[in-house]
């Protein structure tokens, strides 16, 4: 959908921001862009849209040379979501998400439709549309911005470190989010961030460049994390590439067994028989309890329980592992979608698919992911 063919942007002052760089953004996937400060990821996304314009090379979207078209109309039909959001502070919610559509002649009626329909997608409620930026939080203002960037339903969507300003407790939601939206939509995007580990969980494809512009490596993130090509990219990963590797496992795949459990209103069980996971009359996971430790107190009261994070198939490895060690009893409670116990998994399982899922990264093998990869990871640099 999106190709740099040999494209160089030098500034006036001689800077040169983007070396020669050659690059494929596959149809419907998430490419994003990472690197320290300055080297030039910030500058490529902007030249997709002719914000800025490349010195030399050619730019095509949709196999059409960007330099040959007019840049306005370009730019309406490409989604932009910048960090803040950028949102008109004058302009409702509503019309600010209206913007492309009213530019496009859509006509006020149709442009506010669809915009009404857009806050339900990312998930706000249609009492937010008569607010105005001010009165929103940091998170829901970039629900807007995102909003505002698919309104006009464009096939290519530009995100320049999108979720950068916001807390990390709300950077994770608006992540799911985008992930969610990904599989409704299936948007060409083009992602600019600094985090690593954000990169890893959002990207099919992961761009690393270094200081001048210079692409060093694209790839899926498990290849990348795997066979980092040199050691720019290897520290740039960080010491922990291991432990990322397994955020794109699912723990679908990882066998269970029966769960020794007890209800909240039966009995102790018995002393010396072993940790029980206490639940609700639904089956809904509660807490794990040592009955050695608990024979004395009554449960419903005193009787200390000990934490409990259930899990279900679409989590990653890398929280099966977390979990693992975090657990009293030494094993991961696994549900169901509605958060029913399933059964549970043994810290060993976990430990032993995790070593198992490194070498089969190591060796090419792709893990199971949640949302699937695309491309087959070659860049000509």
């Known amino acids: 959908m999106i190709e740099f063919d040999t494209v160089h942007k030098r500034f006036p ?38 914000m800025v314009e490349p010195t030399s090379g050619t730019i095509r979207v949709g196999g059409k ?15 932009y979501v910048i960090q803040q959001s950028g949102l008109f502070p004058h302009r409702t919610v509503l019309d600010n998400i209206a913007t492309v559509p009213l530019l496009l002649g859509w006509g006020r009626k149709k442009a506010r439709a669809r915009a009404a329909e857009l806050l339900e997608t990312v998930g706000l409620t249609a009492e937010t549309g008569k607010r105005y930026p001010h009165q929103l939080s940091g998170g829901q203002q970039q629900r807007v911005g995102v909003a505002r960037a698919l309104a006009a339903d464009p096939p290519v969507l530009l995100m320049d470190e999108p979720f950068g300003a916001v807390d990390p407790v709300v950077r994770t939601q608006l ?36 200081t001048g512009g210079h692409l060093v490596q ?52 018995r002393p010396g028989s072993g940790p029980h996971l206490v639940v609700s ?37 890398l929280a099966a592992l977390n979990e693992s060690i975090a657990s009293p009893a030494g094993l991961i409670a696994r549900v169901d979608t509605d958060g029913v116990l399933t059964g549970v998994t043994s810290r060993e399982t ?15 093998a792709t893990p199971v992911r949640a949302a699937a990869t695309t491309g087959d990871g070659s860049a000509t640099v």
């Open 13 to 50: 002052n001689g800077t040169t921001a983007v070396h020669d760089l050659t690059l494929e953004m596959p149809e419907g996937g998430i490419t994003v862009l990472v690197g320290s400060s300055g080297c030039g990821k910030t500058t490529t996304l902007r030249m997709i849209n002719r």
């Open 65 to 79: 040379d960007v330099l040959r078209q007019d840049a306005a109309e370009l730019r309406r039909g490409i989604g």
């Open 175 to 210: 992540q799911d989010e985008l992930l969610r939206l990904q599989q409704e939509l299936n948007k060409t995007i083009a992602f600019v961030t600094h985090d690593i580990d954000e990169a890893v969980r959002l990207g099919d494809r992961i761009a690393v460049f270094r």
């Open 218 to 269: 694209c790839a899926t993130p498990t290849e990348l994390l795997a066979r980092p090509a040199d050691d720019f990219v290897a520290d740039f990963l960080g010491a922990e590439r291991e432990l990322k590797l397994l955020s794109l496992t699912t723990l679908g795949g990882l066998p269970r067994q029966r769960a020794v459990t007890v209800r909240a209103d039966e009995p102790l069980p």
């Open 281 to 317: 009359a639904r089956d809904e996971p509660l807490g794990w309890l040592d009955p050695d430790t608990a024979r004395d107190a009554d449960r419903s009261g005193d009787a200390p329980l000990g934490p409990v994070r259930p899990l279900r198939d679409t989590d990653s490895l």
């Open 350 to 364: 976990v430990h032993e698919h995790a070593g198992r899922r490194h070498q089969e990264a190591a060796r090419g």
